[in-house]
């Protein structure tokens, strides 16, 4: 199955600053999702780019899609104390019924420093 | 808000017991799934339900099985546990369409630990 995987695995930086992560897939996809967990939490669905897209926003989030190179980036401006969470990327991927199920990537834990 | 409902925050078993982990969404969606989450893997699937009874496996479901008696709850069942499936269990519910976008709604996990 299809693995996405987030890099860096790790990101600290200071409160204010920008925080830039990056995804990576394998196979075609219709549509590539972002989601953030906070510790002992379950995942949050954050921001959705489509296939036909190359960036999104949404608030301090954008999101950019490179498909010629199965990546995207997400990138939060502005830091704050409250955006320390894991983050994840999602892509669909086939089953037996449709496209029905998402597989994440092994995440990036961000912690912003006061 | 979409709410999913995971019985228990926290949970300690024996090896060998069966275990049931009970999962509730108020929303109507079709979509449920039990998700397994390790540390330095990720989330990994281990089965999902796309409609009342009806399942598919996902990518680790040896040592699993799943029930879907109503459209509300999906239990996952643990048939006789086993110390390394002490892990962080996590439920989401979605409408159909992920091909489409849709999302995935999660509840808050069960962290089960196998003595």
């Known amino acids: 199955s299809q693995q996405g995987e987030e890099d860096p695995q790790a990101l600290s930086i200071q409160e204010g600053e920008n925080a830039t992560m990056n995804c990576s897939y394998k196979?075609?996809?219709?549509?590539l999702q972002w989601y953030r967990q906070n510790s002992g939490r379950g995942l949050v669905h954050l921001i959705l780019?489509?296939?036909?897209?190359r960036e999104k926003h949404s608030g301090r989030l954008r999101v950019t899609l490179d498909t010629s190179k199965k990546s995207s980036s997400l990138l939060i401006t502005a830091s704050r104390a409250a955006d320390t969470a894991s983050y994840f990327c999602?892509?669909?991927?086939?089953?037996?019924?449709?496209?029905?199920?998402?597989?994440f990537g092994t995440g990036t834990r961000l912690t912003i420093i006061p | 808000d979409v709410k999913v409902t995971q019985s228990s925050r926290y949970l300690v078993k024996r090896t060998g017991e069966k275990v049931f982990l009970e999962c509730v969404q108020d929303?109507?969606?079709?979509?449920m799934f039990w998700y397994r989450q390790d540390p330095g893997l990720g989330l990994r699937l281990i089965y999902f339900s796309y409609d009342v009874k009806m399942k598919e496996k996902g990518d680790i479901p040896e040592g699993y099985s799943v029930s879907r008696e109503k459209k509300e709850r999906f239990s996952l069942i643990l048939e006789s546990a086993s110390t390394n499936q002490t892990s962080m269990y996590l439920c989401?519910?979605?409408?159909?369409?992920?091909?489409?976008?849709?999302?995935?709604?999660f509840g808050d996990g069960t962290r089960l630990s196998i003595l």
């Open positions: 780019i489509r296939s036909n897209e």
């Open positions: 929303m109507d969606h079709e979509n």
């Open positions: 989401a519910s979605s409408l159909p369409g992920q091909s489409l976008g849709q999302p995935q709604h």
């Open positions: 196979t075609s996809i219709n549509n």
């Open positions: 999602a892509t669909d991927a086939e089953s037996n019924f449709g496209n029905e199920k998402l597989t």
